[in-house]
């Protein structure tokens, strides 16, 4: 007896093979009604060492100077969609910490990335998002033509010292992948497919490339840009962060799952509690609570022996199609309820499925330890009859309730309850005497991976001299 309740309190000591009493996402989502395809049912968990993470590297100078200096000049990084470039000469900016850099459309189908300074005397070339012919430097008038090659100068006879051709602008690497423009600032960069597998074998069952971005929000919070990130890579925070959702979202029996070095997932099921809550729901009244998530004209009377994920799809299928004018019909009961969101290194977010159609994006604001820009995108399917406006990003004062931003109305109230936890947690992360975060095996695994990629990607760029930790 005595041994048994001791072995109760002591958590499993091997690594890595403890799971929640429920049963695992696959299990269920095998015997959906219209079933999921296969990239969902895929499992990649593997535990990943990372035990020594120093919470000053969530605040200190020294751990962004080593960022700032190793991670975001070498990383593949989500700068804009396809969609805020449409013409030719079409450009936007994509800064972070000291980094800048013009992304723009040469041709109908070549877009390319310069970075934004002067090879005179390093004047930025272009200060936000416009429509150029080509590039000018204010301070001396020297130019640039559309394709980075250099146009001219004032005074050519007073720089015998170069050449027009020694002029061409540096560029950065892009690629383009589900209408999005990614950027690494490296030239010699892997290219982004081969960084970012499997996601473009994944996606291709959830196109983004035919979305658009119907509402997109940004604020700056304080806190770290790690402290903000992780707390959107684990569902762990789920039941005292938002215990109004455990009814009907299961927080305990995720999908966790870590794809090569730069990719990682997570699947929260839907209409379908957590064991614990399993036994006190049953099934119509599970379909009843969830389509409360739906206008009111969308609603139905729940049948009797109703089975809730597949009659609920159905729900959310018609309330889809008629809200944003786009056939849902072919998607399965998994990718019309659940919650698939994929993450890659460093910073950038892209969800599949149409339950919560969102992108993040996380970047240090102006340099600062303790503050993050961050970013929302809501991105739904492009109508069928082609009508669609880009929107402009609503900048929330900092602190401004997230419920305020237009489109927001219902995911705020999610994003509120993360948002109040955050400068606490940074502030305790600052007041720390511990030498160690606590990081858990399985539900914050992406966490795990996220951190000693960081920690090896500046070894690797900054000669191993210094680690992150
Ligand atoms: S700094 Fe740009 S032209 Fe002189
Ligand atoms: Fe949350």
């Keep these: 007896m005595e041994k048994e309740k001791r072995d109760n309190q002591t958590p499993e000591k091997q690594r890595g093979i403890a799971r929640s009493k429920g049963s695992p996402y696959g299990t269920f989502a095998k015997a959906d009604r219209v079933p999921p395809p296969p990239p969902i049912l895929e499992e990649a968990y593997e535990w990943i060492e990372c035990d020594e993470i120093d919470p000053a590297s969530y605040s200190s100078q020294a751990s962004h100077d080593l960022e700032a200096a190793h991670l975001w000049p070498s990383s593949w990084q989500m700068a804009c969609r396809l969609e805020h470039i449409p013409e030719v000469g079409d450009h936007t900016l994509y800064e972070v910490c000291n980094l800048s850099i013009i992304i723009v459309r040469v041709s109908v189908d070549v877009v390319k990335a310069y970075h934004n300074s002067c090879l005179h005397r390093g004047t930025t070339l272009v200060e936000g998002a416009g429509n150029a012919r080509f590039f000018q430097c204010p301070f001396h008038g020297w130019a640039w033509n559309l394709d980075g090659t250099f ?91 938002h215990p109004h959702t455990v009814r009907f979202a299961n927080d305990q029996d995720c999908a966790y799952d870590v794809f090569g070095p730069n990719v990682s997932r997570i699947i929260q099921p839907i209409a379908l509690p957590a064991e614990p809550l399993l036994s006190r729901t049953n099934e119509s009244e599970l379909a009843d609570m969830v389509q409360r998530i739906l206008p009111r004209e969308d609603r139905q009377p729940v049948p009797e022996d109703v089975q809730a994920r597949g009659w609920l799809a159905q729900r959310f299928r018609e309330s889809f199609a008629r809200r944003f004018r786009h056939d849902y019909s072919k998607d399965s009961d998994a990718e019309m309820l659940d919650t698939f969101q994929y993450f890659v290194f460093p910073n950038f977010f892209a969800f599949a499925g149409h339950a919560i159609p969102m992108a993040f994006r996380f970047r240090p604001w102006e340099n600062d330890p303790n503050r993050t820009l961050m970013e929302v995108m809501l991105l739904h399917p492009i109508p069928a009859d082609g009508n669609y406006e880009t929107a402009e990003v609503y900048q929330l004062e900092p602190g401004a309730p997230w419920v305020s931003a237009p489109g927001f109305e219902m995911f705020g109230i999610v994003l509120d309850q993360d948002m109040a936890n955050l400068p606490r947690i940074q502030r305790g992360l600052r007041a720390a005497t511990h030498k160690k975060v606590l990081f858990s095996d399985y539900q914050e695994i992406r966490l795990r991976h996220f951190r000693s990629r960081l920690a090896e990607v500046i070894l690797e760029q900054g000669g191993k001299k210094r680690s992150p930790l």
Excluded at 193 to 204: C, V
């Design 151 to 241: 146009k001219g100068m004032t005074s050519r006879w007073d720089f015998p010292q170069v050449e027009n051709s020694d002029l061409c602008l540096p560029q950065a690497s892009v690629a383009l992948w589900g209408g999005f423009v990614m950027v690494n600032p490296d030239r010699t960069a892997p290219p982004f497919e081969e960084y970012a597998a499997p996601l473009t074998e994944h996606f291709a069952y959830f196109p983004l490339d035919d979305r658009y971005i119907s509402y997109h929000a940004s604020q700056v919070i304080d806190a770290n840009w790690k402290t903000v990130q992780e707390a959107f890579l684990e569902a762990y925070h789920v039941k005292a962060t």
